[in-house]
């Protein structure tokens, strides 16, 4: 069993900032890619940022430069720090994680979403 727990949303006015954390637990060998997705109102889920586990990272064209993904390996959790959010950030904001479990399998699921909402 593996899961993903995501903390740190809220309500917040545009030009402000929060951050998003994500934990993985359970039968975990080795956690490779994490990610973050969005999902507004009446629109698909897509993708925000990526991390790979050497760090690589990559971020949707509409985020780049405004926010910055990371994470910490010893405790199996990725971070988003999102800086001068815009009223078009607002979504729910969901975790992804490609994990290699004690059981010997490949694991991919999703966190149960954290809300973000940017409004004055």
């Known amino acids: 069993q593996v899961q993903l727990v995501e903390s740190g949303g809220g309500l917040v006015q545009p030009g402000g900032s929060l951050r998003l954390s994500c934990a993985a637990s359970?039968?975990?060998?080795?956690?490779?890619?994490m990610g973050w997705y969005r999902q507004a109102p009446g629109q698909q889920r897509e993708l925000v940022a990526t991390?790979?586990?050497?760090?690589?990272?990559a971020y949707s064209g509409s985020v780049e430069g405004r926010f910055t993904i990371s994470r910490d390996n010893a405790k199996n959790t990725v971070y988003l720090q999102m800086n001068a959010l815009k009223p078009e950030d607002t979504a729910v904001y969901y975790c992804n994680a490609q994990i290699f479990t004690t059981l010997g399998e490949q694991w991919s699921g999703w966190g149960q979403g954290t809300q973000v909402t940017v409004s004055s």
């Open positions: 991390i790979r586990r050497n760090t690589i990272t």
């Open positions: 359970g039968s975990i060998f080795t956690v490779n890619a």
